[in-house]
């Protein structure tokens, strides 16, 4: 084999998340990866299949990870393409250099590895695409299991008046009190059934057209229709605030928004319909959370 595939990870990166593909010779990826900055990376980083590393994918669909692992040791992972996830931990930078060999040479060099068990590991190797677009299907279920509370109390309130019997005062006196018990309760799960929806709504209408592209570790982002779209950095942010009901207890607690700020005076506003939990897309900026009752979006 003359060339393979290879690309970089570094740390703060998500699965998935790579950069500098492209096909590398052997001297060039051993060269890759002396020049690879190993003590900056390892730093604080934690050691799994996602880590700071130089990647390798050969022909057959097989992907080797030359990563870090503590003690300033290495730890290289295989995933064969089959699906098997292998680890072998060596104590030097050039014991692991004499397996990306027999990697590239299609040799055997399974000896000393051992299996590792991660769920969905092709994630940690393969390229993800970072594009978002509105996604709202578990949030409309959610909300629309919440409407049957309504319709459901509403049949236990008609059901009451119907067992009730009026030519007993004495018993109807208590009955009474349920029913009008039921009822304002079913008013009340009938508002908030009637709010999530207008919610709902208003922020599908605000994002159906909207995409984001966006990964952890890179500085860029891009974000707009497909008829219109900018590219943003994050170092250019100057206010990141998440506008959210905190109560967990309400219909629309999966729906909010985010608004960022840029330093040239632009801001942006992304439904949770788009990017969920958001501020982890961006680990170098602060991100300050407003609670608001109902976070509809203008």
């Known amino acids: 084999m003359d060339q393979l595939l290879s690309k970089l990870q570094y740390k703060n990166y998500e699965p998935g998340e790579f950069t500098a593909l492209e096909e590398r010779s052997l001297a060039d990826v051993i060269q890759l990866i002396k020049s690879f900055p190993w003590e900056e990376q390892r730093h604080f980083t934690p050691v799994g299949p996602t880590c700071p590393s130089v990647t390798i994918e050969d022909t057959a669909g097989n992907y080797l990870k030359f990563g870090h692992h503590y003690y300033e040791k290495y730890c290289l992972y295989l995933l064969t393409s089959e699906g098997k996830l292998l680890k072998k931990v060596v104590p030097t930078l050039e014991d692991g250099i004499q397996?990306?060999?027999?990697?590239?040479?299609?040799?055997?060099?399974?000896?000393?590895?051992?299996?590792?068990?991660?769920?969905?590991p092709q994630r940690h190797f393969a390229d993800k695409d970072f594009k978002s677009v509105i996604a709202y299907t578990g949030l409309l279920f959610s909300i629309s299991l919440f409407s049957l509370a309504p319709l459901m109390l509403l049949g236990m309130g008609l059901l009451l008046l119907i067992a009730g019997n009026p030519a007993n005062t004495n018993k109807d006196v208590p009955m009474v009190f349920v029913e009008i018990l039921c009822l304002t309760t079913d008013a009340v799960l009938f508002f908030f059934t009637v709010m999530a929806w207008r919610l709902f709504l208003n922020h599908y209408k605000f994002a159906r057209n909207q995409f984001i592209i966006i990964s952890k570790g890179q500085n860029e982002f891009v974000f707009g229709t497909e008829e219109h779209s900018e590219t943003y950095l994050k170092d250019k942010i100057v206010l990141f605030k998440e506008y959210r009901n905190t109560q967990s207890r309400n219909p629309w607690s999966g729906l909010y928004f985010t608004e960022i700020t840029f330093g040239d005076g632009k801001h942006i506003k992304i439904s949770s319909l788009l990017m969920k939990n958001g501020y982890a897309k961006f680990p170098d900026v602060k991100c300050e959370m407003e609670s608001v009752f109902y976070p509809n979006m203008k």
């Open 99 to 120: 397996i990306v060999t027999a990697f590239y040479n299609d040799e055997n060099f399974i000896d000393g590895f051992e299996h590792e068990f991660t769920l969905h």
